[in-house]
T-cell receptor, first 111, second 111 residues
């Protein structure tokens, strides 16, 4: 079983739609969580951190469910520019300093 | 503005050549990482370093070595390039336990 699992998509939605991605992680010791965005042929960039209480940044909302070991990303009022791959990332916060990346969920927003 | 730079965006090498990929960060980060990214496999960690002259194997270190002589610079070395090392190579850096900033990537083709 992969340590971080995501639905690869693609999610194909019209502009203005609301779309949600889930991500599950296998290690209950995971301590910090992030969503990264990666455009085609570009490097991943941090979209937002995910806090236990949930957090919002404009049209983006991230939630963490420790009991079920998943995190989610909700995008409201989708824009064409939201088309990208969204990577779910977890950190064990142990001595390894490593982040564990999911394979990504691809989003296509159509006019 | 924070920055991670990589020496080349595109590189073409022949089988058996020794290949050096350089990464420099200007954020005084302790940790630096080398990943490769392949379609369907996501980001896979090759090596990381949490201090000058320190290195740790990641998930796929075979065929690679690294060097960190200065805090800001982390080099990835392919001792004898092979065709299965054709990939996108991404360097990243982070402060302790924090999210990672990525460089623009080097697309390496081994013929």
């Amino acid at each position: 079983r992969k340590e971080v699992e995501q639905d690869p998509g693609p999610f194909n939605v019209p502009e203005g739609a609301t779309v949600a991605f889930n991500c599950t992680y296998s290690n209950s010791a995971s301590q910090s969580f992030f969503w990264y965005r990666q455009d085609c042929r570009k490097e991943p960039k941090l979209l937002m951190s995910v806090y236990s209480s949930g957090n919002e940044d404009g049209r983006f909302t991230a939630q963490l469910n420790r009991a079920s070991q998943y995190i989610s990303l909700l995008i409201r009022d989708s824009k064409l520019s939201d088309s990208a791959t969204y990577l779910c990332v977890v950190n064990l916060m142990d001595s390894s300093y490593k982040l564990i990346f999911g394979s990504g969920t691809r989003l296509l927003v159509r006019p | 503005d924070v920055k991670v730079t990589q020496s080349s965006r595109y590189l073409v090498k022949r089988t058996g050549e020794k290949v050096f990929l350089e990464c420099v960060q200007d954020m005084d980060h302790e940790n630096m990482f080398w990943y490769r990214q392949d379609p369907g496999l996501g980001l896979r960690l090759i090596y990381f370093s949490y201090d000058v002259k320190m290195k740790e194997k990641g998930d796929i270190p075979e065929g690679y070595s690294v060097s960190r002589e200065k805090k800001e610079r982390f080099s990835l070395i392919l001792e004898s390039a092979s065709t299965n090392q054709t990939s996108m190579y991404l360097c990243a850096s982070s402060a302790q336990g924090s999210f990672q900033f990525f460089g623009p990537g080097t697309r390496l083709t081994v013929l």
